[in-house]
């Protein structure tokens, strides 16, 4: 059984920081581009960040770009966001998303975790 | 960036009835690159459509898709009381920069 596992959220002021990690089961982790998508409070889902599955190709976001930091680590099977500079308009819960595609682009999202709540505020 | 707009926001209707969604791109989506999902509240989203038409695996074949360049639709032939949730409709022809659509509700009348 594939499971996604997210950790690490939380309530943050405006401008810190939170590390976001996602542990991987029951698929070939390493052969997948994963990615992070959030959907603020009532809102649609948005796409975040994605990493390919070696590690190679890394994209972000315009909204993140320069504040957030997607890794990997495949002898882990685990998925990292590090957030810096948070802003209130980050607040929402971010997925770990499994997606297939190509070696260096995803395509749709196969694999989901349960998310993990990032609430950013004063 | 490709623009997703969903409609309706929200549709009404009874288990057994038809489900017709809509899901209108601002520019062509090359080669039906586009995917739909279905997530219920608390729920993580669940891939249902991958290129307009093909259904994920374990999808129900009364979930279909079809459309072409700027105008996609998602059918759900006979709606089942596990279908009322909320579904929304994803392009990746401009790959890696993914988007999404609003949303459509499907709520019991």
């Known amino acids: 059984e594939v499971q996604l596992v997210e950790s690490g959220g939380g309530l943050v002021k405006p401008g810190g920081s939170l590390r976001l990690s996602c542990a991987a089961s029951g698929f070939t982790f390493q052969t997948f581009s994963m990615n992070w998508v959030r959907q603020a409070p009532g809102k649609g889902l948005e796409w975040v960040s994605s990493?390919?599955?070696?590690?190679?190709?890394?994209y972000y976001a315009d909204s993140v770009k320069g504040r957030f930091t997607i890794s990997r680590d495949n002898a882990k099977n685990s998925l990292y966001l590090q957030m810096s500079s948070l802003r209130v308009e980050d607040t929402a819960v971010y997925y770990c998303?499994?997606?297939?595609?190509?070696?260096?682009?995803?395509?749709?999202?196969?694999?989901w975790g349960q998310g993990t709540l990032v609430t950013v505020s004063s | 960036e490709i623009v997703l707009t969903q409609s309706p926001g929200t549709l009404s209707l009874s288990p057994g009835e038809r489900a017709t969604l809509s899901c209108r791109a601002s520019q062509s989506v090359r080669s039906n690159y586009l995917a739909w999902y279905q997530q219920k509240p608390g729920q993580a989203p669940r891939l249902l459509i991958y290129g307009a038409s093909s259904r994920a695996a374990g999808i129900p074949d009364r979930f279909s898709g079809s459309g072409s360049g700027t105008d996609f639709t998602l059918t759900i032939s006979r709606l089942e009381p596990e279908d009322f949730a909320v579904y929304s409709c994803?392009?990746?022809?401009?790959?890696?920069?993914?988007?999404f659509g609003g949303g459509t509700k499907v709520e019991i009348k």
């Open positions: 994803q392009q990746y022809d401009t790959s890696p920069r993914l988007t």
């Open positions: 998303a499994g997606a297939a595609g190509t070696t260096m682009v995803p395509y749709y999202f196969l694999y």
């Open positions: 990493i390919s599955s070696s590690g190679t190709y890394i």
